[in-house]
């Protein structure tokens, strides 16, 4: 059944929830979208853009209302905005999130929120490097995956709900265990994004050993762009995203740095035969991606 909705907030109208609005206003499903943030220009453009119907600066005056608030700031953050508004919702409301963390988040925001309230931790798989709602559009989730991760406590009719609202979005829908999701993210998504910054990070460090060589970053051709897409992501959401799920990437960072050190001993043996070994095994798993 197609839902249909009142009043839905949404905290953050960036890039994610920008789209996210859009589809729901142009998909019929919420009669008034209102956008919850910080930024004043922000919130203009997004109303400019279609992607919400207004905007309010104190959440209090919106939540008594709302019946769907989708979190899509920052995931440090959401505490704190659970804090000040979450005993405002009406009992069935549903809260949905968009972060790429989940496990102990999810656990903590079920704990902050009423028992009445309905919480549905989601994960659209989607994304660009730009950021903003500027950057927003209805199309940005459609052949995406967009993983939700219930719990025990997670009502049946909601997580139903999120799932056609994803399915509306163009979404494939994939349920996962909170706990599991941080870990295939991490291997998937988060140390990938590691490793970009780092190479940038390393990029700068090799220019200053040999300044002679003037800006190494105007040699630089698609291999290293394709590489180091992902390093012009938002500092604030990538800061809180590793740090939430610090545990599970330092695990990740090793295997990866057990793996930088054996092409390290290849290298230094001048092992031909290893190293093809090895790029071919890694040349054979890059095609695997869908």
């Given at each position: 059944m197609r839902p249909r909705f009142e009043k839905v907030a949404i905290v953050?109208?960036?890039?994610?929830?920008?789209?996210?609005?859009?589809?729901?206003?142009?998909?019929?499903?919420a009669r008034h979208v209102v956008g919850i943030?910080?930024?004043?220009?922000?919130?203009?453009?997004?109303?400019?853009?279609?992607?919400?119907?207004?905007?309010?600066?104190?959440?209090?005056?919106?939540?008594?209302d709302a019946e769907l608030v989708i979190l899509a700031t920052p995931v440090e953050s959401y505490a704190s905005h659970v804090r000040s508004w979450g005993k405002l919702l009406k009992p069935e409301t549903i809260v949905t999130d968009v972060g790429s963390v989940k496990g102990q988040l999810v656990e903590h925001l079920e704990s902050l929120l009423p028992p009445s309230v309905r919480f549905v931790g989601g994960h659209p798989i989607a994304g660009k490097e730009q950021t903003g709602v500027g950057a927003g559009s209805p199309e940005l989730?459609?052949?995406?995956?967009c993983i939700l991760t219930p719990t025990a406590r997670t009502d049946p009719s909601a997580l139903?709900?999120?799932?056609?609202?994803?399915?509306?979005?163009?979404?494939?829908?994939?349920?996962?265990?909170?706990?599991?999701?941080?870990?295939?993210?991490?291997?998937?998504?988060?140390?990938?994004?590691?490793?970009?910054f780092a190479l940038m990070t390393a990029l700068e460090a090799v220019q200053q050993r040999r300044p002679d060589t003037g800006d190494l970053l105007q040699y630089a051709g698609g291999g290293l762009r394709d590489t180091t897409r992902i390093a012009g992501s938002s500092p604030e959401m990538w800061r809180d995203i590793l740090l939430w799920n610090r545990e599970n990437v330092l695990a990740l960072l090793e295997a990866y740095e057990c793996e930088l050190q054996k092409f390290k001993r290849l290298l230094a043996n001048g092992d031909a035969a290893g190293l093809e070994r090895e790029i071919t095994r890694a040349r054979?798993?890059?095609r695997r991606l869908p």
């Open positions: 953050g109208v960036g890039l994610i929830g920008g789209s996210l609005g859009m589809i729901l206003k142009r998909e019929g499903v943030g910080r930024s004043l220009e922000n919130l203009q453009l997004a109303l400019s853009r279609g992607a919400i119907d207004s905007y309010e600066g104190d959440p209090s005056r919106v939540m008594p989730f459609r052949g995406a995956l139903q709900t999120v799932e056609t609202l994803w399915q509306i979005a163009g979404s494939t829908i994939v349920i996962l265990d909170p706990f599991l999701h941080d870990w295939v993210l991490g291997a998937v998504s988060h140390l990938p994004h590691i490793v970009a054979d798993l890059r």
